[in-house]
């Protein structure tokens, strides 16, 4: 067991883990943070990604212990309790979830897609979401959600 | 973000959905984010090999592993390892190997589970795996369908002396038809193996609640009211001591219709240890575990007069049944058996269908669940036909589809197909296109012996949805019915809960039910709360797969929501001290006609209804009204999809430069869900033609169970499709909708593959196998380069 600080979505725990659980596993077993999911054992879905120190990471390719004295933003984390986030928003506005089991790791890509280039091209957004798998979607209402969004946060700004 | 709604209008509306905020907030419950107090987690010992005798199994050393609760193989199990059930027996004569949850003393396919481990932890149990000794002698696999029906071939269940687990037939009357025709086309196409890969794993939890002996299982399933009555028939827990809970599911494709072996053994442990048990499935135990789609040998023969009219289609089929029957697993490629002719009109159609075993997972339903075959193998063979004839292809199906005025229409196959437009879709779907400016394109790359040639794909198909009327399903030799039913309640404060027996997994069941009843009540969407997936709740239902939901289950709603209004305007007259039929209803408010300030809304009469202080004699308390409904017939969704092909001649590479579609779903009540539907469909389609396929190596061993290996597309691999629709209602339900769950998936594939085809056909190619990767392409293009 191994001594670890992080803070998640705005809580800081001291936990002891193994040194081989997943940030993932850490987040749902050990924190009760499920917003974030897991979809396969090979980090080729992504639907488990979140923000560690703001950069998009699989937390199923990622150890607790590596974790260790960083902030990570989970689903959970990306708005006040209720509130909508710009992206939050523009995935429901643009119908870009259907069973929504990729919909967590969506959009915390997009969030950090968006903070990287706040006005990309279809193009950039597909490449920028290749890490992400969705089953039900096709991506069509999911790129028109990162390009909604885009021009929410371009608004939000001005 | 609330949506503000005017009443009594919001069917039809592209409203946002309600499910939308708790799955954007990380706030869904999976059944994998279900944790009770006290729960085992179960861990499964899968067999490595296709085809072995277990020669020793010996589960103790699991036992003295740190965590470790108990332990099982199929001996340990003994009674309590109950069988897979198949409730599809489609033959008098069909074979059906047994199918228990923990092999017995052989195993069948690669994942086939041989023994389970339960600890108070999900990796210590999975450790524990680690220390179960089991030996196993390797028999041969068969894995191929053709050397399985050959003479001699290895059995995969020695007991049942055949591989072929039933042979099918319908028609009969080709054989003296095609003497007629001036044109025989035949062609042999593969549709293979497909994973349905929802991205939300399998899950299930199973607790013994304490009440009545009562187990409660949470699973991630399509269809928690089947589950219940065949866990109840196959474990022995009695039926009312049973409630089966679909949480939210993530997605299901076919996949989740299902009742699994591990479902089976959850259930059994949790009442044998008398705690929770749960099992949530690694992505590498789905690609094995979860059953598969598709795998189809399909010879197909079409025969024609010169001048393109029809005379007949003749299918022989050899479908996989993998190495165990699931639940409608002989039954799929039947679904099928009906749509081959497409539609087309003709003179004659002979079917036959050889179900076979080999040595991998089982098949069962997948998107379409047979009806993507017959599409697939229509669509393409009409391409073939076209080429014959040398007729453009969309004038040969123009020259043989019913027309719009000759609905109501009987095919061949003896379905009547009620309604339909092809000419209208198709014409839509031409100019948004562009048809004639990409045929001029091709001409001039191919004049031009352009590197990269382009090929146009045309699926101008049908479907039948919404499963199904019961006498059919009994023809058919199913065991169950295609009812469905609604229970529509207005509670004493005048919030409406419809109680229904569909279960959603992504479609957005909450929204689009909301507005049908809101649309009838007249009450906002908001105040309406849809009840579903929970035995214990909604008691009566057929659950979610076919494409039925709406068609079923949304007549059954409105049904309900008319009787709920009947109902009320009873009592509502008896308030306001008039008859019945001097009542208007209008946005949820009785009114007397002719004075309208006598007036009464829903939600008093229902508190009226509660009190019960003051109702008219023989009318009992309460306000809620139920609907069971069989539906009369099918309904056919159709439409005419296009796809603009690009391959590069050198390189074997396919782009899919445009994706147009124009369905036909008849009346919407969701045009966005609608138009979601449809992409999510195209999309899986193409993943069919372009990227998806597993496939086994001839041990029986999986090429590719795993995401990293297994491509199912990302964002990058597909284009934005370019949809519309157009309508005709259906006339087999009374609110006119046809079903969409299934429309793209269904059409999107041969449209590709017409596609690929037409762009390399002037090199000898006639067909490409699926998946068409860029080696597929190449190897298909040398190979007609050197038989030139
Ligand atoms: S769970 Fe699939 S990438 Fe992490
Ligand atoms: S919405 Fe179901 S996987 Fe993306």
């Given at each position: 067991m191994q001594h670890i600080k992080v803070t998640v979505d705005g809580t800081t725990y001291h936990k002891e883990v193994e040194p081989r659980t997943l940030l993932v596993h850490f987040l749902r077993e050990d924190l009760g943070r499920v917003g974030t999911v897991v979809g396969c054992d090979t980090s080729n879905c992504g639907a488990c990604t979140v923000l560690v120190d703001a950069v998009s990471v699989k937390s199923c390719s990622m150890l607790a212990v590596q974790a260790d004295g960083s902030e990570i933003t989970t689903i959970q984390g990306v708005s006040d309790g209720n509130d909508w986030h710009p992206v939050q928003s523009a995935f429901k506005e643009c119908h870009g979830l259907q069973c929504g089991y990729c919909t967590p790791g969506m959009v915390m890509s997009s969030i950090d897609l968006l903070n990287e280039n706040p006005n990309p091209t279809e193009a950039e957004i597909r490449e920028g979401l290749e890490g992400n798998l969705c089953r039900c979607t096709g991506y069509h209402n999911i790129v028109k959600s990162v390009q909604r969004a885009a021009e929410l946060m371009e608004g939000a700004k001005s | 973000?609330?949506?503000?709604?005017?009443?009594?209008?919001?069917?039809?509306?592209?409203?946002?959905?309600?499910?939308?905020?708790?799955?954007?907030?990380?706030?869904?419950?999976?059944?994998?984010?279900?944790?009770?107090?006290?729960?085992?987690?179960?861990?499964?010992?899968?067999?490595?090999?296709?085809?072995?005798?277990?020669?020793?199994?010996?589960?103790?050393?699991?036992?003295?592993?740190?965590?470790?609760?108990?332990?099982?193989?199929?001996?340990?199990?003994?009674?309590?390892?109950?069988?897979?059930?198949?409730?599809?027996?489609?033959?008098?004569?069909?074979?059906?190997?047994?199918?228990?949850?923990?092999?017995?003393?052989?195993?069948?396919?690669?994942?086939?589970?041989v023994a389970v481990v339960l600890a108070t932890d999900a990796v210590?149990?999975?450790?524990?795996?680690?220390?179960?000794?089991?030996?196993?002698?390797?028999?041969?696999?068969?894995?191929?369908?053709?050397?399985?029906?050959?003479?001699?071939?290895?059995l995969v269940h020695e007991d049942k002396g055949t591989n072929t687990c039933y042979v099918y037939n319908l028609g009969g009357g080709y054989d003296e038809k095609v003497k007629e025709a001036d044109v025989v086309v035949k062609r042999r196409f593969i549709n293979q193996r497909l994973i349905p890969a929802f991205m939300e794993p399998r899950s299930v939890v199973a607790a013994p609640m304490g009440m009545s002996d009562e187990i409660t299982m949470w699973t991630s399933t399509q269809i928690p009211h089947i589950l219940r009555l065949l866990i109840a028939l196959v474990t022995g827990i009695p039926e009312n001591n049973l409630r089966v809970i679909a949480p939210d599911v993530g997605g299901g494709f076919g996949g989740k219709l299902q009742i699994y072996r591990e479902e089976i053994l959850v259930a059994q442990l949790a009442r044998k240890l008398g705690r929770p048990v749960k099992w949530t499935e690694t992505r590498s135990e789905d690609m094995v575990a979860t059953h598969h789609g598709r795998d189809q040998i399909q010879d197909i023969e079409i025969a024609a007069k010169s001048d393109g009219t029809l005379v007949g289609l003749k299918v022989d089929l050899k479908a996989n049944m993998g190495a165990y029957l699931q639940i409608i697993t002989p039954g799929v490629p039947l679904l099928g058996m009906f749509m081959y002719p497409g539609i087309y009109k003709m003179d004659a159609y002979d079917f036959q269908c050889t179900g076979v075993f080999t040595n991998t997972t089982p098949t069962d339903a997948y998107r379409g669940a047979g009806r993507p075959e017959s599409t697939y193998a229509i669509e393409r063979i009409m391409d073939e036909l076209a080429a014959e004839l040398g007729m453009e292809p969309m004038e040969l199906r123009r020259k043989n589809w019913i027309k719009h005025e000759e609905f109501p229409y009987t095919t061949i196959a003896g379905l009547t197909y009620d309604t339909g437009n092809y000419e209208l879709a198709t014409a839509r779907a031409l100019e948004l296109f562009d048809y004639e400016g990409l045929r001029t394109e091709q001409k001039s790359r191919r004049d031009s012996g352009d590197r990269v040639q382009l090929g146009i794909g045309i699926s101008t198909f049908t479907e039948m949805c919404g499963l199904a009327p019961s006498r059919t399903l009994g023809a058919l030799k199913y065991v169950a019915g295609g009812w469905e039913h609604c229970t529509v309640r207005v509670l004493p404060t005048g919030k409406v809960e419809v109680i229904t027996g569909t279960s959603p997994h992504g479609q957005g069941h909450e929204t689009a039910w909301s507005q049908i009843a809101s649309s009838i009540l007249g009450i906002p969407v908001e105040d309406i709360e849809v009840v579903h997936s929970d035995t214990g709740r909604a008691p009566y239902g057929m659950d979610t797969y076919g494409s039925r939901s709406l068609a079923v289950g949304g007549q059954a709603i409105k049904a309900a929501s008319e009787r709920l209004v009947d109902k009320a305007r009873v009592i509502a007259a008896h308030q306001l001290e008039c008859s019945p039929e001097d009542l208007d209803y209008v946005n949820g408010v009785f009114q007397v006609k002719g004075d309208p300030e006598k007036a009464q809304p829903l939600g008093a009469v229902a508190f009226e209804a509660f009190t019960a202080h003051n109702l008219p004699d023989g009318v009992e308390p309460t306000l809620s009204a139920e609907a069971t409904i069989d539906p009369q017939d099918f309904s056919y969704p159709h439409g005419t999809h296009l796809a603009a092909m690009e391959v590069d001649t050198e390189t074997g590479?396919?782009?899919?430069?445009?994706?147009?579609?124009?369905?036909?779903?008849?009346?919407?009540?969701?045009?966005?869900?609608?138009?979601?539907?449809?992409?999510?469909?195209?999309?899986?389609?193409?993943?069919?033609?372009?990227?998806?396929?597993?496939?086994?190596?001839?041990?029986?061993?999986?090429?590719?169970?795993?995401?990293?290996?297994?491509?199912?597309?990302?964002?990058p691999d597909l284009p934005s499709f370019i949809t519309d629709t157009t309508c005709t209602p259906s006339t087999t339900n009374p609110l006119g909708t046809k079903g969409v769950g299934e429309a793209g998936a269904i059409a999107s594939t041969p449209a590709i593959m017409n596609g690929i085809v037409d762009a390399i056909r002037h090199l000898g190619v006639n067909d490409v196998l699926m998946p068409a990767t860029p080696m597929t392409v190449w190897k298909t293009i040398q190979a007609a380069k050197g038989g030139k």
């Open positions: - | 973000m609330t949506d503000v709604v005017d009443t009594g209008t919001a069917l039809g509306r592209p409203i946002k959905r309600k499910e939308d905020a708790r799955l954007l907030h990380g706030q869904t419950n999976w059944t994998d984010n279900i944790q009770l107090p006290g729960t085992v987690h179960m861990a499964i010992l899968r067999s490595p090999f296709a085809h072995a005798k277990i020669t020793h199994l010996d589960v103790s050393g699991a036992l003295a592993m740190p965590n470790v609760v108990a332990a099982f193989g199929a001996a340990e199990l003994g009674d309590l390892n109950s069988s897979v059930p198949c409730v599809w027996p489609v033959t008098d004569d069909m074979v059906a190997p047994d199918f228990p949850a923990l092999a017995k003393d052989t195993v069948h396919h690669v994942g086939d589970c210590s149990a999975v450790d524990a795996l680690e220390a179960m000794s089991v030996d196993y002698e390797p028999l041969q696999a068969v894995v191929n369908m053709e050397s399985a029906i050959s003479p001699g071939s290895t590479k396919v782009t899919l430069r445009k994706y147009v579609c124009v369905d036909d779903v008849g009346v919407q009540v969701n045009p966005m869900i609608v138009e979601g539907q449809v992409h999510g469909g195209v999309a899986q389609g193409i993943a069919q033609a372009l990227y998806e396929g597993a496939s086994y190596d001839e041990d029986g061993q999986p090429q590719n169970a795993n995401l990293s290996t297994y491509l199912i597309p990302s964002a």
